[in-house]
């Protein structure tokens, strides 16, 4: 029954590694987002894509960048991981991008070391 | 651009009573207003969401409520039971992107 599927749970990676947290969605969906969450800031929108090779910074896009060559595929990728992005990374489609609920993946929680 | 404000940062109550958490948006062609339940260590869910066409909705024991008057819409949670326990976002949006407010931990009290 997973909709959205997020292919690390937990991740553990050096300062300076190059980082790829996939997401998949097989519901179809046209709109996929990127968001960390890190304790007492809520939901912080990093990219989003409203289609296949497009894509568009959120509020938070400073050392981060997506990939979006499929459309049920959305990879967000840490070119050089620091320590400041250790945080929960949560995945998420939905059908309309601001008129419909969202669903999320289970999270990849992501320690920089 | 949108801001969602959401309050409080943490509810607690005892088991039984009900529960309320407010929002306040800023944008009024804001038309869509969900609510989400994260339980520790799991993805949001959808649990509720309202359109700018309705005042009320319920399911069951929990309810939202919009004044679009005043730009704020409420959760509100009857006869609340431990598996409330979570953190419940709110979020606005208006055909282009959800804007979340920062979520309330709800703490249910045996």
């Known amino acids: 029954d997973v909709k959205v599927t997020q292919s690390s749970r937990y991740l553990v990676k050096r300062t300076g590694e190059k980082v790829f947290l996939e997401c998949v969605q097989d519901m179809d969906h046209e709109n996929m987002f990127w968001y960390r969450q890190d304790p007492g800031l809520g939901l912080r929108l990093i990219y989003f894509s409203y289609d296949v090779k497009m894509k568009e910074k959120g509020d938070i896009p400073e050392g981060y960048s997506v990939s979006r060559e499929k459309k049920e595929r959305f990879s967000l990728i840490l070119e050089s991981a620091s320590t400041n992005q250790t945080s929960m990374y949560l995945c998420?489609?939905?059908?309309?991008?601001?008129?419909?609920?969202?669903?999320f993946g289970s999270g990849t929680r992501l320690t920089v070391v | 651009g949108e801001n969602v404000e959401q309050h409080p940062s943490t509810l607690s109550v005892q088991e039984g009573d009900s529960a309320v958490i407010k929002c306040t948006y800023s944008?009024?062609?804001?038309?869509?207003f969900p609510w989400y339940k994260q339980e520790l260590g799991k993805r949001p869910q959808l649990i509720i969401d309202?359109?700018?066409n309705v005042g009320e909705k319920k399911d069951q024991r929990i309810a939202v409520t919009l004044n679009k008057t005043a730009k704020h819409f409420s959760l509100h949670i009857t006869e609340t039971q431990p598996e409330d326990s979570a953190v419940y976002f709110c979020a606005a949006s208006n055909n282009y992107q959800l804007i979340w407010g920062a979520g309330t931990k709800l703490i249910i009290k045996p």
């Open positions: 998420a489609s939905s059908l309309y991008p601001g008129d419909d609920g969202y669903t």
């Open positions: 309202i359109r700018s």
């Open positions: 944008d009024s062609a804001s038309n869509y």
